[in-house]
């Protein structure tokens, strides 16, 4: 049984201005499918590699599979289709599959514009891949396809949805196979050395109206710190890597295990070997103000934190469940503690207006991060927000949801023109950093790491790749009337075809009750969301760091989390 998993071709510039993301996800699934005796799994990376159609073709002609798989976040769905076709085509019997985010509750229109997939993979990957993989093996595929639990595929030109399968309990179970990726190509920037993207947790407790987290792993599920650690040793010893970040969006959520991780690197030496960075929420830095020394003599040296706006309305419509004054502070105690602080905010709703982007700038010199990123709303077709928008989302091209181009157009001004400004914002922001701190900051490692993110971001200028200004004629005020975004128009959207109902994938999550925002003045840090209770000792019933200013990175299908839009 020969298996090739598929990385698409598709590039924005977002997050891969800071270097080359290694596909986690690869090494999640192969690493299952292997401790089950399936040894003959190959991954083709189009996208590191940039390969052409003919190329990736080619490949798949030589090695002649049975089976091949492919992930998509939204914005690369088009290209998965596109790679899934050229893979019926150069190998006919083989079975197709599609794994990720966008198959898992969009896969009804998924199923309808490219029926050349003969399955999609709905939710967490590496068991529901293995039972496809042993009914294709069995030649059972076609009369006992509809036993698979978590795929949906066509049958006589109707969507079949199997129902879901129940999320993998114990997670230290998944042994990721790292030496299926060639680890010379995945480099990060900022510091020059080898990445990558292990995980210590999947899915999140929290119900932010713009996030898939929560939707995507339903339960909320913490590995064995000792055995992240194991993972995080081997790639550092066997695969030289030197910086990785935790894919989870917030691994910070059970303080009792992130803080055994951290001593366990502590105990391992590993901090002078390999430093790191996270995603996390405000509430964590607050709560955990004490520990922020300990945190950075383990090696964690960036954390992007998920402020999102700078006006107290926008966090309530994004049930950040944080304050403005609450944000403020958590960057201050980070740089206190010697922890390069990211700020992201998220702009580009239909109420943003010129003096909006102005106050977002003005915000961020007042609370002075080391670094800012201005990501535009993307409104995943799945989500909450998506829903209460409305009509008011007009472009259906999925290919361009990817935190960089204005999906959504203001009220007040056009998409130009909310470009425009925010390339301000960063001009602004960056030269100030670049002339007046960076330099002269006094911890050498700080510094150096600093300079680095600055050289992935002039690289990334010059280039023109920085969020696609080059695709999009984009050089400077000037040009704005000559901006073209490219969308397709011909894309279409109807929630009733495209979206799953639940329901009818028998598809269930379990989250917490919404809780109510401390006030901005609280004397008392709340724990994770405004609570506050911790997670500790006992689990709860239930349960894509964005690097360089670059928007979220994630990918699924494996391990590695969904991104945050």
């Known amino acids: ?30 690493g299952y499918l292997k401790a089950d005796g399936y040894d003959d799994v190959t991954f083709i990376d189009a996208m590191t590699d940039h390969m052409t159609d003919e190329q990736v073709g080619d490949a798949l002609r030589r090695l002649q599979p049975d089976i091949v798989g492919a992930t998509a976040i939204t914005p ?14 150069a190998c006919p019997r083989a079975v197709t599959v599609l794994g990720g985010i966008h198959g898992t509750f969009m896969y009804p229109q998924v199923l309808a514009e490219a029926p050349w997939i003969d399955a999609v993979v709905r939710g967490e990957g590496e068991q529901v891949l293995l039972d496809l993989v042993r009914c294709v093996e069995d030649g059972r595929w076609m009369e006992e396809r509809a036993k698979v639990r978590g795929i949906a595929y066509l049958a006589e030109g109707k969507v079949v949805a199997t129902p879901a399968a129940p999320p993998i309990k114990d997670i230290d179970r998944i042994k990721p196979d790292w030496d299926i990726l060639d680890w010379r190509k995945y480099l990060y920037i900022p510091t020059g050395r080898r990445v990558a993207i292990p995980n210590m947790a999947r899915g999140c407790p929290f119900t932010c109206s713009f996030c898939s987290q929560w939707m995507f792993w339903r339960d909320y599920r913490v590995r064995d710190p000792k055995k992240v650690v194991d993972e995080i040793q081997e790639l550092v010893e066997k695969h030289d890597v030197g910086f990785f970040i935790l894919a989870d969006e917030e691994p910070t959520i059970h303080k009792k295990k992130f803080v055994e991780f951290c001593q366990e690197l502590i105990d391992r030496g590993l901090p002078d070997k390999v430093q790191w960075g996270i995603n996390t929420r405000v509430t964590d830095i607050l709560r955990d103000e004490a520990l922020l020394p300990f945190y950075r003599q383990a090696g964690l040296v960036h954390i992007s934190l998920g402020t999102e706006a700078a006006a107290q309305l926008k966090l309530d419509r994004f049930n950040k469940e944080t304050t403005v004054a609450q944000n403020r502070k958590a960057i201050q105690l980070l740089k206190a503690a010697g922890i390069v602080s990211e700020a992201q905010f998220i702009v580009g709703l239909e109420n943003e207006t010129v003096e909006t982007l102005e106050e977002t700038y003005r915000m961020a010199r007042d609370w002075n991060p080391d670094m800012a990123n201005w990501a535009m709303y993307t409104p995943w077709p799945f989500s909450d927000l998506f829903k209460e928008l409305g009509d008011k989302v007009e472009v259906f091209d999925f290919s361009k949801y990817n935190f960089v181009t204005p999906i959504m157009k203001p009220d007040s001004m056009d998409r130009a023109t909310l470009l425009d400004r925010t390339m301000a914002n960063y001009r602004r922001f960056y030269m100030r950093k670049a002339f007046l701190e960076y330099p002269f900051t006094r911890d050498r490692r700080r510094r150096s790491y600093l300079l680095g993110c600055l050289k992935a971001f002039l690289k990334s200028g010059v280039q023109r790749t920085f969020y696609d200004l080059g695709k999009v004629g984009y050089w400077g005020p000037q040009t704005k009337k000559n901006v073209d975004f490219h969308f397709d128009g011909t894309r279409q959207f109807d929630a009733r075809k495209a979206v799953a109902a639940p329901h009818n994938a ?47 990175s994630h990918l699924t299908g494996g391990a590695s989390a969904p991104p945050r839009g």
């Open 1 to 30: 049984m020969r298996i090739v998993l598929v990385h698409p071709n598709y590039h924005s510039g977002g997050a891969e201005i800071a270097g080359n993301w290694p596909p986690a996800w690869v090494a999640y699934l192969a």
């Open 76 to 89: 690369a769905i088009y290209e998965a289709e596109r790679l899934l076709k050229l893979a019926k085509e």
């Open 506 to 552: 028998m598809w269930k999550t379990m989250h917490r009750p919404k809780v109510k925002l401390p006030a901005a003045n609280a004397a008392t840090a709340k724990a994770c969301g405004g609570g506050t209770e911790q997670l500790g000792g006992e689990e709860p019933a239930r349960t894509p760091f964005k690097a360089c200013g670059g928007g979220a």
